[in-house]
């Protein structure tokens, strides 16, 4: 489901967010909707993380991105927005997984995100553009 609009019912502290409008809402076989949000390749960036081994992070446009991943899984627990997702289009979900898309093989390198990737929300995953397409195209 591509950009669903779903109105806050209930559970919104920010009188200002009336809405959430996630990129994507992937269906799994069991019928629950997992949550993808689509960042750019960020390509003027030479890398998504900063700091070295001990202290590697993603940088401010990456952390921007896992938090709205956050916030819509927030929208989520609360059963009145569950209800109106599932009237509205269907869409069931209750522990999805976070997926953000962001990057590329030349500034997203596996070991930097995996390191970075140590302080992320329970099933909150990153992946690259490049890494995405592979994929796909590895699936059929």
Not at 40 to 47: F, M, R, V
Not at 56 to 85: C, P, S
Not at 112 to 129: G, H, N
Request: aromatic share 12%.
């Amino acid at each position: 489901m591509y950009e669903p609009e779903l109105k806050w019912i209930e559970g919104n502290p920010d009188p200002t967010e009336t809405s959430i409008n996630p990129d994507l809402m992937v269906e799994l076989s069991d019928g629950s909707f997992d949550i993808y949000d689509l960042k750019t390749a960020a390509i003027d960036k030479q890398s998504i993380t900063k700091g070295g081994h001990r202290r590697r992070r993603f940088i401010d446009y990456v952390q921007e991105g896992i938090a709205q991943l956050v916030n819509y899984k927030e929208y989520f627990k609360f059963e009145k927005n569950q209800q109106l997702a599932q009237q509205k289009y269907k869409i069931k979900v209750s522990e999805p997984t976070l997926i953000l898309v962001v990057g590329n093989y030349d500034n997203a390198e596996k070991e930097e995100i995996r390191e970075a990737s140590r302080t992320l929300p329970e099933k909150c995953y990153i992946i690259d553009y490049d890494t995405l397409n592979a994929m796909f195209f590895n699936a059929q």
